[in-house]
């Protein structure tokens, strides 16, 4: 592994640069043509590119190629054909074609379909995304190429996460291109949004993964008491890595960077065990591939490690969980990355107004956008003091705060609060400049410094969605902004501009808290704004079939009310099916392992009490007794509420429709399963460690 990164970098990818070298000029030249302005792909190209494709594909090892794609299950689906193909004399030839590389038919009954179509128009088609570059991918079946697809139905509608978003890459692009016109902009012909998603994660002992039953079926801890020390000291924040985690992180990242992922940045976070890793940012539809591969290949190389890396947004209660930071912001092609103030913001009457197109998008569609950003897992992040509230609001920071004020209330910013010069007090020390906007890390949706971070994501969530949906709500308020403006006469277009400014923001001002998010009151304060606060992703689903969001998706061809309501059943259906598996698995835990361990400890009790009494009368056992009748009703608590959780769950089960399902299980089972987690927790403070069945927070955490 002692190779030069940059002889690494991007090995694994039919890239740009593997097309111009490979491909014949005219085809090159056509293919560009397609991926810049979206024009469709002629046959015959793809004929070519598919062949070029198979060759440098089969030179790396590569023996079958597969449609990626990513279906309605949050994960990245796959299936493998080989390249053979039958020739004469009972020889085989590998080939490739054009129509292989466009189109693929799959099954498509057995993924979520949310009853988009019944199951016996079973197929689906995926089609080849030329926009995000194929990659060969190596593991025990063998070298494989993979080529990024959008996955629809029979009739068209998006079954997946990448067909909306290319939709609404699309959709924002139309729009701000009319407004960046407006500002004179001849040369914007496009604009794309940037995307980099901060992944934090966990990592644990293999061996000791393997004896939890809950992490091996829902990814989290079901049980579990807290360890005396948690992550109190702040000592694992930015800690030096321990030998085993960096051995680990460096071959994550030799594997990345051979699929061209720009991993970047790496360090331990909050929790004991807990990483994170930061690419450099890129296009939205690319940085969703790449994360998607990021979580996969997270995984794949733990394992190699002995070590079980955890997605999940709370694997530990107790401590803080993970999320994951989307950055975004919007850039032509140009190179004008269209959310950065410059030096005078105040002035910067395009940057105002596209800062205010993403604050009157926020606040129109906040639920929504809580809902994007949303899993079962998240449920358990979202209002805990570590993550954002479920309360959706935007930090502006200080010096942007300050020129909304103006703004708002006398339709002009006359100035603006410049970067100043920290002293530190020591000469050797270089000055630094202060950033404008100081850090503001409770804040579920923060400006920091060019472009907008949206810090509520559940970690193991595709950011497909968050993304489609910040594309297409900025989309529309764009265009609401530009219908108004091209109506304008030019001497009158700054005036006018700022008129419009400072009506959205006075309109939408409320959505802009730049105070402390974990307090109390501002709960009280978001709720007197009349902003939602949905606690559970069940609240925050019916945004997806609101009259509001269909007109709005349909009018920028984003979604249909045919998808979105298909994707609202199927958040239904997932959400149940994940609170499913935790409650059976609780009850399995509790029925096999748990009970039968305490009831075991409670007989050694017993019979110490009965051994000590009859050899020593007069013995005091008064301590044996007091343990013996505490765990005996801390034993009877856990089955009354095992009993209590079964009932529920079969209840739960057979209300009707997803909606009533999904609600019966929030409301339900969710505190059923706490109350069976209490009694078993505290048990685990009293029982004897060598009987205790399962490895404990303590082991788990620490000993990685
Ligand atoms: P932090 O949040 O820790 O201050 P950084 O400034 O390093 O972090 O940025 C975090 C992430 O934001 C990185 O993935 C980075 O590439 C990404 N990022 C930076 N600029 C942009 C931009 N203009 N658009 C989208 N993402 C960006
Ligand atoms: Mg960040």
């Known amino acids: 592994m002692a190779e030069k990164v940059t002889d690494i970098f991007g090995v694994d990818v039919f890239n740009e640069a593997v097309m111009k070298e490979r491909l014949p000029k005219v085809t090159f030249r056509a293919w560009k043509k397609t991926m810049e302005n979206g024009e469709d792909l002629d046959p015959q190209i793809a004929d070519v590119v598919a062949s070029v494709m198979k060759d440098w594909a089969v030179e790396k090892g590569a023996t079958h190629y597969t449609h990626w794609f990513q279906p309605m299950t949050g994960i990245t689906a796959e299936k493998h054909d080989a390249f053979l193909n039958p020739a004469p004399e009972g020889r085989i030839i590998l080939e490739f074609s054009g129509k292989e590389l466009i189109k693929g038919e799959s099954d498509a009954s057995s993924f979520p379909s949310g009853g988009l179509r019944a199951t016996f128009e079973a197929r689906g088609y995926t089609a080849w995304d030329c926009t995000s570059p194929a990659f060969v991918k190596e593991d025990a079946a063998g070298v494989t190429l993979c080529i990024p697809t959008a996955f629809c139905s029979y009739t068209g509608e998006a079954l997946d996460g990448k067909t909306p978003l290319l939709r609404s890459m699309e959709a924002i692009s139309r729009q701000a291109v009319r407004v960046m016109k407006l500002f004179g902009h001849r040369d914007v012909t496009h604009v794309s949004c940037s995307v980099g998603p901060e992944q934090e994660y966990f990592l644990i002992d293999h061996e000791k993964y393997m004896q939890r039953e809950d992490l091996i079926f829902t990814g989290r801890t079901l049980f579990g008491a807290l360890p005396p020390k948690g992550q109190e000291m702040d000592d694992h924040y930015f800690g030096t890595l321990k030998e085993r985690i960096s051995s680990y992180m460096k071959e994550l990242n030799h594997e990345l960077w051979k699929l061209g992922v720009f991993a970047k940045t790496q360090h331990n976070e909050a929790a004991p065990a807990q990483h994170e890793l930061a690419p450099i940012y890129t296009t939205a539809n690319i940085a969703v591939d790449h994360n998607q591969l990021t979580m996969e290949i997270m995984k794949k190389v733990a394992k190699r490690h002995g070590l079980e890396c955890l997605l999940h947004e709370k694997p530990f209660a107790g401590v803080n969980g993970s999320g994951k930071h989307n950055n975004w912001s919007m850039v032509a092609n140009t190179g004008e990355n269209l959310l950065n103030p410059g030096k005078t913001p105040n002035q910067n009457i395009q940057f105002l107004l596209f800062l205010t197109s993403v604050i009157k998008a926020v606040d129109e569609h906040a639920l929504l956008l809580r809902y994007a950003a949303s899993n079962p897992g998240n449920d358990h992040r979202l209002g805990a003091n570590e993550a954002p509230p479920a309360i959706i609001s935007i930090f502006l920071g200080e010096q942007l705060e300050d020129i909304v004020n103006q703004i708002i209330e006398t339709g002009e910013a006359k100035d603006c609060k410049k970067k100043i010069f920290m002293n530190i007090g020591v000469h050797t020390l270089p000055e630094i400049k202060k950033d404008a906007t100081d850090r503001n890390r409770t804040s579920p949706f923060a400006f920091t410094g060019n472009k907008f971070e949206f810090r509520m994501v559940a970690s193991s969530r595709s950011i497909a969605d968050p993304n489609t949906v910040l594309n297409t709500i900025v989309a529309d308020a764009l265009c609401g902004f530009a219908d108004v403006l091209e109506q304008v006469e030019p001497d009158e277009f700054v005036q006018k501009a700022m008129e419009l400014i ?18 109390e009151e501002w709960i009280a304060e978001a709720a007197k704004r009349g902003l939602p606060n949905e606690a559970s992703i069940v609240g925050a689903i019916p945004a997806l079939s609101a009259e509001q969001t269909i007109s709005v998706f349909e009018k920028h061809g984003v979604l249909s009310r045919a998808e979105l309501e298909s994707r609202m059943e199927v958040s239904y259906e997932t959400y149940v099916k994940t609170l499913a598996i935790e409650a059976r698995t609780m009850l399995d835990m509790a029925s096999r392992l748990y009970i039968p361990a305490v009831i075991r400890y409670a007989s050694e009790l017993a ?64 505190p059923a399963m706490d109350a069976l987690r209490k009694p078993i927790d505290i048990l685990e403070g009293i029982v004897d460690k060598r009987i205790w069945p399962v490895p404990t927070y303590g082991e788990l955490l620490f000993e990685v």
């Open 607 to 670: 019979t110490a009490i009965h051994t000590i009494q009859s050899a020593v009368p007069t013995a005091d056992v008064s301590v044996q007794t007091k343990l013996l009748k505490e765990v005996s009703s801390l034993l009877a608590k856990a089955q009354k509420a095992k009993e209590s959780l079964g009932k529920k769950l079969e209840k739960a089960h057979a209300a009707e429709g997803g909606r009533k399902k999904a609600e019966e299980f929030y409301k339900n089972v969710v």
């Open 502 to 519: 400072q009506k959205e923001l006075k309109a939408h001002k409320r959505i802009i808290f730049n105070g402390n998010g974990y307090a």
